[in-house]
């Protein structure tokens, strides 16, 4: 569908578009925050994530399974010591607990789009989505509770908010897409609710965001998260081919801000999810130049190849 293909290709400038607006006029926002905006729009996002998984994709991850569980256990270690380290510099505690809550999430939603557009195994990122967001719902709680973060739910809650709010609809999502009732038929319209679900998301959770002198620290915390987590996916995907590390790199570097934003309302209070505004764009942004990068990468790799290889000369062999 063609608003779908515009939605997509217009995507940065949307989402700089609805953080605009959220920070400019936050009434609306905030008056849908209080009931329950965030968790009601976070879960038909994930829903329209899971309709781009089916079960024989995950099934068919076995032969890059060592890779993939390397992956998971490094970010589920990792990223929150990172966001940890990145919190100490922010002294409101509000502020603090969004920033934890980002070391918690899950891989974000648009880098599978994103790792398709940048030429990679969109099967391997699309299988790191599925199996981080059911590791968030079980470990984001105690996780928390490790680092110190005092928040304001139970752990219970917590957990069962975020099976509710992730898996059921992530799980529902891909049965739909596995069973195929419509032939196909539904997903321009369930692409173009998942767009609007994450501007709309994005708008809400730029609605708490409080402009005053201190959220340059947090944007400087969430940015060096940012940093650490793009510099760990690099890592993880040393010695692997060109595709497999576009598909390893953008799902560790981008981690879900829309999933951080429910578990830091939950977990905190509304308030503490305001930063995770900033951090949506950021990994948004670092996504689409990413992408360029890439592209670019592979255009120079194709015109060296035009230069120095040999032009094959027809004739018989011998």
Same mark, same amino acid.
């Given at each position: ?29 905030? #008056? ?55 919190? #100490? ?8 607990? @969004?920033?934890?809550?980002? @070391? ?15 030429? @990679? ?179 120079? @790799? ?17």
């Amino acid at each position: 569908m063609a608003l779908a293909r515009l939605l997509d290709r217009f995507l940065l400038p949307l989402v700089l578009i609805s953080a605009g607006l959220g920070i400019a006029f936050p009434g609306p926002g905030r #008056r849908l925050d209080a009931t329950g905006g965030i968790l009601i729009t976070l879960a038909v996002l994930v829903f329209c994530t899971g309709t781009s998984v089916t079960l024989a994709d995950i099934s068919g991850l076995r032969t890059a399974s060592r890779r993939i569980v390397l992956v998971l256990v490094a970010t589920s270690v990792t990223l929150p010591v990172l966001a940890w380290l990145a919190s #100490r510099i922010v002294s409101e505690p509000m502020p603090r607990s @969004g920033v934890l809550a980002a @070391g918690v999430a899950p891989v974000e939603v648009a880098s599978v789009a994103f790792t398709g557009l940048a030429g @990679g195994e969109v099967a391997i990122a699309a299988g790191l989505l599925v199996a981080s967001t059911l590791l968030t719902v079980l470990l984001a709680g105690p996780v928390l509770a490790l680092l110190g973060a005092h928040a304001a739910t139970s752990q219970l809650g917590l957990l069962l908010t975020l099976t509710l709010v992730v898996a059921l609809p992530l799980v529902a999502g891909c049965a739909l897409r596995t069973i195929d009732p419509f032939g196909g038929r539904e997903r321009p319209l369930i692409e173009i609710l998942g767009i609007a679900s994450l501007l709309v998301l994005l708008w809400e959770v730029a609605s708490e965001l409080r402009l005053q002198a201190g959220d340059g620290v947090v944007a400087l915390a969430l940015l060096a998260y940012l940093g650490g987590a793009v510099g760990l996916g690099w890592l993880l995907a040393l010695g692997a081919p060109s595709p497999r590390r576009s598909a390893v790199i953008l799902p560790t570097a981008m981690r879900n801000f829309a999933v951080a934003a429910g578990i830091a309302a939950s977990a905190f209070g509304i308030a503490a999810a305001a930063p995770l505004g900033i951090y949506g764009v950021m990994v948004l942004v670092f996504g689409a130049i990413a992408v360029q990068a890439s592209k670019r990468g592979w255009r120079t @790799g194709v015109s060296k190849s035009a230069r120095h290889d040999p032009v094959p000369v027809d004739g018989p062999a011998g």
